[in-house]
């Protein structure tokens, strides 16, 4: 499989949105590792996804042949209650200028990834890909999700009429090394390893996590969910939709026990129950991504938390000052020859 992924790849002109965020970094790292030498990363400053005439400017100046959809703007549960109007509009318009504009500049495969969250609140457990939309997200993620679920039929219907070559993943809650341990803007994980390590540092006898501590998550490592993407990037051409993750949920109130100890925390746990839990299960059936992928994760979620926490105490906690979600992107580089 690795070579045929090498061979499909191999002279491929590659641009990938939010190249230089968490997921992107990774990968960017396997479209090299691939033989991908041009990988063309746009930055906000210079084009702004959001805009029709940017995006098309995007495209004359790289002239793509495989764009990979990554950039989002996204967060956790206080996030999405801040800014549901800023993440529907963000998302939605960055993704339909860039399939429009991919359409209008004969891309030969786009890449858009989705979210779990863009599930049905009540979804059944497993979720299944032609479950979607069968019935309304979880409110607080809503907004987020209903965007990114659009985009799935604008790729169908582009497929449809023009054939245009579109793909739609669907991920889990993706975690690991270099994510955004912001706690305003970050996911469950980052979060709590932050608190649970701040509280080690500071002795801190209490730390209290969000809800109650019963709802279920799913968590896939970043590498991957990069490996997925590239492996996608280079053999699939089915605008239906393909779960990547584990097939493996966790409740909160086990993650956070888990963290605690990787951290060293040896305190008291206490759930606000005045705060939102989010939708109450989430799990993703992943066989049509072994059947059409051949993918399967391989890290197993003990050693990426692991690795996570020990980025974290060896990095991330003392490499990074910020206090908002925009300059810890900015602390963020560009692997050394990637082309902006």
Not at 37 to 62: G, I
Not at 180 to 204: M, Q, W
Not at 217 to 223: A, I, S, Y
Not at 306 to 315: N, Y
């Amino acid at each position: 499989m690795t070579e045929t992924i090498t061979g499909r790849l191999q002279g491929k002109r590659v641009c990938v949105t939010g190249g230089a965020g968490f997921l992107g970094r990774a990968v960017c790292a396997r479209l090299t590792a691939a033989g991908v030498t041009e990988v063309f990363v746009p930055r906000s400053c210079e084009y702004d996804l959001t805009r029709a005439d940017a995006v098309a400017r995007l495209y004359d100046d790289t002239r793509p042949d495989i764009v990979l959809h990554l950039a989002a703007e996204v967060g956790g549960i206080g996030a999405n209650e801040k800014h549901p109007g800023r993440f529907f509009y963000a998302n939605l318009a960055m993704g339909m200028h860039l399939i429009e504009e991919a359409r209008k500049h004969d891309v030969e495969k786009f890449i858009q990834v989705g979210t779990v969250c863009a599930y049905p609140k009540h979804c059944a457990a497993p979720f299944v890909e032609k479950d979607l939309w069968a019935g309304f997200p979880e409110a607080t993620n809503a907004p987020y999700g209903i965007a990114k679920r659009a985009l799935h039929t604008m790729l169908e219907a582009y497929s449809g009429e023009y054939g245009f070559n579109g793909v739609y993943l669907i991920s889990a809650n993706l975690y690991g090394q270099g994510d955004n341990f912001d706690l305003e803007t970050s996911h469950v994980i980052p979060a709590l390893i932050r608190k649970f390590c701040e509280a080690v540092d500071r002795n801190k006898r209490t730390v209290t996590c969000w809800g109650t501590g019963k709802v279920t998550r799913e968590f896939l490592f970043v590498d991957d969910a990069a490996d997925a993407i590239v492996t996608a990037a280079a053999i699939h051409d089915d605008p239906k939709p393909i779960n990547i993750g584990t097939g493996h949920e966790i409740t909160i109130r086990e993650l956070a026990e888990t963290i605690a100890e990787l951290c060293g925390f040896r305190g008291e746990i206490t759930w606000d129950h005045t705060r939102p839990d989010g939708q109450p299960v989430r799990r993703l059936d992943i066989s049509r991504a072994e059947d059409k992928l051949s993918w399967h994760p391989k890290v197993s979620f003990a050693d990426g938390l692991s690795q996570t926490v020990d980025w974290w105490r060896d990095i991330g906690s003392t490499a990074v000052q910020y206090t908002s979600n925009e300059s810890w992107r900015a602390t963020r580089s560009i692997p050394d020859g990637y082309r902006l």
